[in-house]
């Protein structure tokens, strides 16, 4: 049976595809925050992760769209900012699989849901797989 999900955290993945219409992706992630939504769920997002996107729609599309974007994250996301020993952490995390491919933000996504005990949201399952312990979460088909 499944548990009810309460938190998640959420990877970049998700959210470029949310705020950026173009992206094939984009009706299935609308739909995927409408249904946490409706079910109050608290979405998490590590502050590095909150830089990529910004940076991602700073680049491909213009300043006020990146801004705006901006705004709607701070305002509808739970901010989980990284202190020193966040990030001592995730150092120590990244040791754990030396080998392991993913960037320092995807170790933050990992960190983040590894301390809340909750799944994460993501597109790109590649940069999470070593992770076997790690839990996900997916829209239901629209």
Request: charged share 20%.
């Amino acid at each position: 049976m499944l548990r009810p999900l309460y938190q998640l955290v959420i990877d970049a993945g998700p959210l470029i595809a949310l705020l950026y219409s173009k992206d094939p992706q984009h009706a299935e992630c609308r739909s995927g925050f409408k249904q946490l939504a409706q079910a109050k769920v608290r979405v998490y997002i590590p502050i590095p992760i909150l830089f990529e996107v910004y940076k991602w729609l700073l680049h491909t599309t213009n300043p006020t769209i990146a801004q705006d974007s901006l705004s709607i994250m701070v305002e509808s996301l739970h901010l989980t900012p990284i202190n020193e020993v966040d990030l001592l952490e995730i150092c120590s995390l990244l040791t754990t699989i030396p080998n392991w491919q993913g960037s320092l933000e995807d170790a933050t996504v990992i960190w983040a849901a590894h301390k809340r005990k909750c799944p994460v949201w993501t597109i790109n399952y590649r940069d999470f797989g070593s992770f076997s312990d790690l839990e996900f979460w997916n829209p239901n088909p629209i």
